[in-house]
């Protein structure tokens, strides 16, 4: 079965870098995804990564892959206050047909100035 | 091209009442899915369909009932309504293999 686990709280100073964790447990190709859900809104992808790649990196954002670990990061780097938010990471099995969605539990993310 | 709708943003019931939560997408996605989300529990599967015409239970279904329409709604019903279905619920669709998509969720009390 997919479980995929994240610490709930994460504080850093504006202009550090920031690194959100996530462990998943699937053992099959599988896409993993990060989102950011801002108070009152909906979640917003963030980027994704398929389980053959190590790292992708877009702008502020780094993505590492650690496949024998399962273990997933997000870093932001020289984080703004507006990178306050909770982040999800979810796992999507690539099974050629239906795509169950597996979250985790969310990750707060308070940046402090 | 408005992405997932979602409908009412906001609504109060009384334990016992009867509400259905609308969405629509305009992606010509094939899945579509709602989740319920409540605090320090993430986003939890109520219903999922992964193709017009056909709906499946995922992890927190009893209270629920949806109706794929057609290939851009997935309604989500709440025969009667009980205060533990209080919370934000949101829904999505997504590509074959892809980005998934969310609405911008219904606040739902029910007292």
């Known amino acids: 079965g997919e479980d995929v686990e994240q610490s709930l709280f994460l504080s850093v100073r504006e202009g550090d870098s920031s690194v959100i964790n996530c462990t998943y447990t699937?053992?099959?190709?599988?896409?993993l995804y990060w989102y950011k859900q801002e108070p009152g809104a909906g979640l917003q992808l963030l980027t994704y990564?398929?389980?053959?790649?190590d790292m992708k990196q877009d702008q502020r954002l780094t993505v590492l892959l650690n496949k024998k670990d399962k273990h997933l990061s997000l870093r932001i780097a020289d984080t703004q206050t507006g990178d306050s938010a909770i982040y999800f990471c979810?796992?999507?099995?690539?099974?050629?047909?239906?795509?169950?969605?597996?979250f985790g539990t969310g990750t707060k993310l308070q940046v402090i100035p | 091209n408005a992405g997932v709708t979602q409908t009412p943003k906001f609504q109060v019931l009384k334990t016992g009442q009867s509400m259905t939560l609308q969405c629509a997408q305009d992606?010509?996605?094939?899945?579509m899915y709602w989740y319920r989300q409540d605090p320090g529990m993430g986003l939890r599967l109520i219903y999922y369909?992964?193709?017009?015409?056909?709906?499946d239970k995922g992890e927190v279904p009893n209270g629920y009932n949806v109706s794929r329409l057609n290939k851009r709604e997935f309604s989500l019903r709440l025969e009667s309504a009980a205060p533990s279905q209080t919370s934000v619920y949101f829904c999505?669709?997504?590509?074959?293999?892809?980005?998934?998509?969310f609405g911008p969720g219904t606040r739902l009390t029910v007292t």
């Open positions: 979810a796992e999507i099995p690539f099974s050629g047909g239906y795509q169950k969605v597996t």
């Open positions: 699937d053992s099959s190709s599988t896409y």
């Open positions: 990564i398929f389980s053959n790649m």
């Open positions: 992606m010509n996605h094939n899945s």
């Open positions: 369909s992964a193709s017009e015409g056909t709906t």
């Open positions: 999505a669709s997504l590509q074959v293999v892809g980005e998934q998509y």
